[in-house]
C-alpha cells in the first residue's frame, strides 16, 4: 500500500471533519484543485465516456457518456473535471481528473467524496467518505494508457478494486477527450454543489 504523497509550498494545517451536510476534509482538499487549476484560461471539451464493471462477470456493467467538460493546463500536467448527471447516480457531484508524470487522480465532491489514485502495476489506498463514516478503498491498477494532451486524445484505465479489503471487482474505464474548437472559457472560481 502507498501512502499519497502531497506537495506544496508551505504546509496547512488539515481541515477537522465536519458533520454530514457540510464540507469535508475531502472536499476542502479537492476545492483547493480545483482553485488551483483554474489559475488560467480554461478549455472547452468534449468528454466520451464508457465504463465497464465487473468485466469478468456474466453480469457485466456498462455505462456510455457524452458529457461537456473543462481542461485547465498546470506545470507538470493537466486536470479535466466534469458534472456528474443522474445518469450516474451522482448528480451533484463534481468529477476531477488529474493527470500527472505516470499517475492518474480521480476526485469526487459533492453528493459523493472520494479519491481514487491510479498508476500501472501498483496499489493506492485511498478513503471513501459516506454519511456513515469512511471506507478504505484499495485500487490495484493492471493497465493505465494516457494520451490526452491540449488537443485531446484518449485515457483507458483497467482495475480491481477493494472494500475494506473485501474484492469489489474489476473494472475498464475509457474517455475520449475532444477539444471544442475556438473556445475559452474564464477561470470559475467555485464549482461545488
Sequence with gaps: M???????????????PKPFGHETALEAETAAVIENARSGPSLPVLLTIHSEQDIDSPQQDNMELLTEGVM????????????????????????????????????????????????????HTSLYETPFGELSVDVQTGYLRNSVTERGGLLEIRYSVSVEHASAGKNRFRMN???KRGETTTPQKDLKA
Excluded at 2 to 16: D, L, M, V
Excluded at 72 to 92: C, H, I, N, R, V
Design 177 to 179: 477527450v475532444r477539444r
Design 2 to 16: 502507498n501512502n499519497i504523497e502531497t506537495k506544496s509550498a508551505a504546509p496547512a494545517p488539515r481541515p477537522e
Design 72 to 123: 485547465d493546463l498546470k506545470p507538470g500536467g493537466l486536470t479535466l473535471t466534469y458534472q456528474e448527471s443522474a445518469l450516474t447516480g451522482m448528480e451533484g457531484t463534481t468529477t476531477i481528473f488529474e493527470m500527472r508524470g505516470p499517475q492518474v487522480v480521480l476526485r469526487r465532491t459533492g453528493t459523493v467524496s472520494s479519491q481514487m489514485i491510479f498508476e500501472e502495476g501498483r496499489q
